[in-house]
């Protein structure tokens, strides 16, 4: 088993920035694909950002630009930096991990955690 935590959300204005965290515990050697996910209210949970474990990113084209995936092998941690925010980037984000990161990108990743709330008031 794999347990994610995630941390870093909040309220910012539109234009500002903040940087999310998510730390794997458990069984982490089984872990190759981590990523980011978010759902807005009435939408579904759509792929953010994906990293592998040898630090190959990708992202939706929606944060292309603003938002950079980053991981550190050492502290079992994905981390999301999130600039230039807009108002539709509301949602809760979650974490996502998996043993393949197509299980990720897939939206079907074996782990996931609970969630942080970000605010992006305009």
């Known amino acids: 088993q794999v347990q994610l935590v995630e941390s870093g959300g909040g309220l910012v204005q539109a234009g500002g920035s903040l940087r999310l965290s998510c730390v794997a515990s458990?069984?982490?050697?089984?872990?190759?694909?981590m990523g980011w996910y978010r759902q807005a209210p009435g939408k579904q949970r759509e792929l953010v950002a994906g990293?592998?474990?040898?630090?190959?990113?990708n992202y939706a084209d929606s944060v292309k630009g603003r938002f950079t995936i980053s991981r550190d092998n050492a502290k079992n941690t994905v981390y999301l930096q999130m600039n230039s925010l807009k108002p539709e980037d509301t949602a809760v984000y979650y974490c996502?991990?998996?043993?393949?990161?197509?299980?990720?990108?897939?939206?079907?990743?074996?782990?996931w955690g609970q969630g942080t709330q970000v605010t992006v008031s305009s």
């Open positions: 996502a991990a998996d043993r393949l990161m197509s299980a990720v990108v897939a939206g079907t990743p074996g782990y």
């Open positions: 458990g069984s982490i050697f089984s872990i190759n694909g």
């Open positions: 990293i592998t474990r040898g630090g190959w990113p």
